[in-house]
């Protein structure tokens, strides 16, 4: 009894300790957000220089760097300043030989505050394997026919997921200089990717694609026919 009553003890214990260090965390998060409001671009890319890759993380716990950076980039919104300086520390991170696994996450914070001028630094990734994903949600995020320019002048030689993305992201953001290449992939041998491409040419709205799509239409499958339909 004696013995149960300890371990009942102890994990009480073990359970508020973790409770206190949960609290501790959130209020250092907390504050270093409301310093960074009032900090500079060497602040920011201080807090990316903590982040760490999977393999590191045993020994370099950077939980605390990425909730600063994600909790601080969501409230970019109301502090421009704030947005500013972050900005300018990721474009750093991308920019740089930082490993894939960081580049990746700050790809992720940065869908929620790039601008116009941040496109340039983005579209190179958009053909790397690991960062396409991430880079075509920036880039379809920043919204402005340069940005569907980028991925349509990405799409010429990419092949397996990155081609399929970007022939994804231009279903949302349509670039007529894409045309050529997704007539090309309404031949392809993947079926996603046909689709995709049909779903692209359509939302160009060009006249020079009509024939290709109501030949979709009359494809033997119902199913490739309800989609180049819709």
Request: proline share 5%; glycine share 6%.
């Amino acid at each position: 009894m004696k013995n149960l009553k300890m371990i009942v003890f102890l994990c009480a214990v073990a359970l508020l300790a973790a409770r206190s260090e949960a609290q501790n965390l959130d209020e250092r998060v907390d504050a270093a957000i409301a310093a960074l409001k009032q900090g500079t671009v060497a602040d920011a890319t201080a807090w990316c220089n903590q982040l760490a890759i999977p393999a590191e993380r045993g020994a370099k716990d950077d939980t605390e760097a990425r909730m600063v950076l994600h909790g601080a980039t969501l409230q970019a919104g109301t502090a421009p300043a704030l947005g500013q300086q972050l900005a300018a520390a990721y474009r750093a991170v991308l920019a740089g030989a930082q490993p894939v696994p960081i580049k990746a996450f700050i790809l992720e914070q940065f869908q929620y505050i790039a601008g116009a001028g941040d496109l340039a630094g983005v579209t190179p990734l958009l053909r790397q394997p690991e960062l396409a994903d991430a880079a075509t949600r920036v880039v379809i995020n920043i919204g402005s026919a340069d940005a569907a320019a980028a991925l349509a002048a990405a799409l010429p030689g990419t092949a397996g997921d990155v081609r399929l993305t970007l022939v994804r992201a231009l279903g949302v953001m349509p670039d007529k200089a894409a045309i050529p290449t997704l007539l090309q992939d309404t031949e392809a041998t993947d079926e996603a990717l046909r689709l995709a491409a049909l779903g692209a040419l359509a939302a160009t709205g060009e006249p020079q694609v009509g024939p290709v799509l109501l030949a979709a239409t009359r494809a033997a499958r119902p199913y490739l026919r309800a989609q180049a339909d819709d």
